[in-house]
């Protein structure tokens, strides 16, 4: 049996790993968009290390797009196999495919009017509903036969709506059982709506992801009452504006929810809130649709208020002459909307017209790269370079930290105590300086045959 590192091999991005039984039979974990710019992995989205046709069989984790977003790709060449997910990481997958589609289709088309080097979009919209007919929802907790001899389980991974970590248990013909592990992206434990990660079966081997393996989050008290002053500072005192760029699925929604709760305890003051986004209206629906994934606290929320994410002055914004009147609006409101970075959507045009007044409010709730207008606020940069203007930003920044889905090393490696009996484990999903700090970090808990592999790098396993 081989394990071949396809993707997120010393980056973070492009999820891809593929196991190849002894019968010849092959299971691709996660097929995913690799969103960087290095260099090496330019041509990475658009050459396969396999034959999609070869591939009889894919497990997906999650549906964010750099563990799904080449799957429409993967069926258009050939690819004509069972795609496994939990039945939330399936429809989540239906609008973040798409909305992947549709940003190629029009980056390309942008690229080309401008006369910038561009490649052909991967694949379009048209071929997005065909990779959806492949996929086969599952329940967490329950094994599920792929074929003879091979089941898979989904346990809950506490990152995103639906995502799951995966053990496959194999039984070859005349040898013993192997168990492979892969944890997916790990969630943290203590967030809203979802529930707490769900530690996995002893493995033999596993690919566990490594994202933040040299980082320990600061602790964060419960954050509600700094939003709540942020909201009554900006939108009381100043009458002015709070815009909260956010990522469509799963940020925006735990932003709803607080807001939520607030005006239901009734201190939320009365000023109209707004959700300037197409993605993220389509995500909070599948959400509302997926209480099977919820914790304990929102399924109690829940037998006392049907709609988490709704409430007496929240607007949904779907169509662009809306959004655009937001431009010129009076008087205090929220506005939250994608890209979190503010380097694209809708948010970004917000950021343009209302950051330049004081008495507004910009709320940073997540992770930002260094070059992004996020980055740049983060950093304390008060001016920015936005649709070819320096505007300068005199509102107000603040950030709140509470919210990242990705563990960070203490959370990984109490996430992995129980592994008492690898053979291997192989670090994914990190960069390469990150890996080797964790690999350190994993010795000190007895976890020693630790490899981080290189891409295209295969291993015989068993
Ligand atoms: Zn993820």
Known sequence: MKIKFC???RTVTGSSYLITLDSGYKILL???????HAKELENFNREWPFDPKDIDCLILSHAHIDHAGRIPKLVKDGFRGRIISTHAT?????IMLMDSAKIQKSDAKYKSKKGLATHLPLYLPKHVPKALQKFIGIGYDQWFKIKSGVKVLLRDAGHILGSANVTLRIKEKGKPVVMIGFTGDIGRPGRPILRDPVIMPQVDYLICESTYGNREHASTPNETSKFLNTILKTCVDNKGKLLIPA????RTQEILYMLDQLESSGQLPRIPVFVDSPLAINATKIFSAHPECFDKEMSNYLLTDDNPFGFNDLYYINKRERSMKLNDAKGPCI?????GMINAGRIKHHVYHHGRYANNTILLVGYCSPGTPGGKLRRGKRRLSLFGEIVPIKAQVVTMDSFSAHAD??????????QKNLKNLFLVHGEYDTQQEFKEYLGKFGLNRVEIPTLRQEFKIR
Not at 335 to 339: K, L, Q, V
Not at 413 to 418: E, P, T
């Open 90 to 94: 399936a429809g989540l997958s239906s």
């Open 7 to 9: 993707g997120g091999a």
């Open 409 to 418: 090393r203490v959370e990984m490696a109490g996430f992995l105590r129980n």
């Open 247 to 250: 990522f469509s699925v799963g």
């Open 30 to 36: 996660d097929c995913g968009l690799y969103q960087g």
């Open 335 to 339: 506005i939250i909307g994608a890209s």
